[in-house]
């Protein structure tokens, strides 16, 4: 009796342990007679990779900055301080010029919005949820490259006067780069029948998210029109003076954190149970981002201008894996 239990023993171990794997193997309640309800719940790994194009108002934001303006009592042309400096340093006389007024340079609007390609790639980590199949939420992060915002001039317009008259006006050109990353939540909803995802069919999906969005500006800054270097906190905390007494500013970085909203849609194809092709749109928005000019170790900063109303349309391909 006691060799037949000592070689029972194996065999209900064995089938123990068939047991467990079995548990382990497949989701979802027990149900009976080593049966398994399976829920649907799987984790979800995506990644992603493809094109970007942003685009953006740009907003004047360098706030309080005045230059003055003289009349050429010869022509009658209107000209900034710069100029009518050059002009007498030449030899001319300052009695040609009558004051015109000063103009505030905030007024000015941009020439030109941002509007530029990059490249963009992601990942997310989620989880379909038991017993609702179609609906999957995910983490994940976004990063839109570095794409230029190249201008020259940056302001342009018609500038009133304090003595009302108005004239032309130019001023500043910048050279710079934005690059962004977001780290998203995000609700997806799969547009299909049943438990497990069809093969080699067209799955199409819709999904909705907020985000934290960090925004990396770099700034260099430079006046070919010569009113910026008329103003004396420019002149001696964010540049040094060069020739004919124009001012080189200091290369000017900036990180800008904001709140991001989030749409996306796609399709999937299933390639096997648990891989899917993956080609997807998202649009991000993001309220505001700057670009500030900055002093020699950047204890100072100035605002100079911002994207207002940026907008990334991403389009990806990836692949999806859910197990």
């Not at 079995?22 to 309800?37: E, L, N």
């Not at 018609?158 to 004239?167: I, R």
């Not at 547009?191 to 998210?209: A, E, H, N, S, W």
């Not at 999937?268 to 505001?288: H, K, M, Q, V, W």
């Amino acid at each position: 009796m006691k060799g037949r239990l000592l070689f029972s023993l194996p065999v209900i171990l064995c089938a123990l342990v068939g047991s467990a794997r079995a548990d382990w193997q497949y989701p979802g309640r027990y149900v009976g007679v080593g049966a398994y309800d399976d829920d649907g719940s799987r984790f979800v790994l995506s990644l992603r990779g493809g094109a970007s194009f942003g685009m953006g108002k740009i907003q004047n934001d360098i706030g309080a900055l005045t230059v003055g303006y003289w009349q050429n009592n010869i022509n009658g042309a209107i000209v900034s301080d710069a100029y009518r400096e050059s002009y007498i340093a030449g030899g001319g006389s300052a009695s040609d010029f009558v004051d015109a007024g000063i103009g505030s340079l905030a007024t000015l609007p941009a020439k030109e919005n941002f509007k530029e390609l990059s490249f963009t790639a992601g990942a997310s980590l989620g989880w379909i949820l038991p017993n609702h199949n179609n609906w999957r939420l995910e983490a994940g992060w976004d990063h839109m490259s570095e794409s230029d915002y190249n201008a020259s001039p940056l302001f342009e317009g018609d500038l009133p006067l304090s003595s009302g008259l108005s004239v032309f006006t130019q001023s500043g050109a910048v050279e710079s780069t934005i690059a962004s990353d977001i780290i998203s939540a995000m609700v997806y909803y799969d547009f299909y029948d049943g438990v497990q995802k069809p093969l080699y069919t067209i799955v199409p999906y819709l999904g909705l998210g907020a985000g934290y969005a960090i925004t990396n500006t770099v700034m260099n800054l430079s006046d070919p029109y010569g009113d910026l270097s008329s103003d004396v906190d420019l002149r001696e905390n964010f540049g040094t003076v060069g020739d004919y007494g124009v001012v080189k500013f200091y290369r000017s970085e900036h990180t800008n954190s904001n709140i991001a909203g989030i749409v996306a849609a796609g399709v999937s194809y299933g390639l096997s149970e648990t891989a899917f092709l993956d080609f997807g749109a998202r649009i991000i928005y993001i309220p505001n981002s700057k670009w500030v000019l900055q002093n020699s170790d950047g204890t100072r900063h100035r605002d100079w201008f911002s994207t207002k109303d940026l907008v990334y349309a991403n389009f990806t391909l990836g692949l999806r894996f859910e197990f």
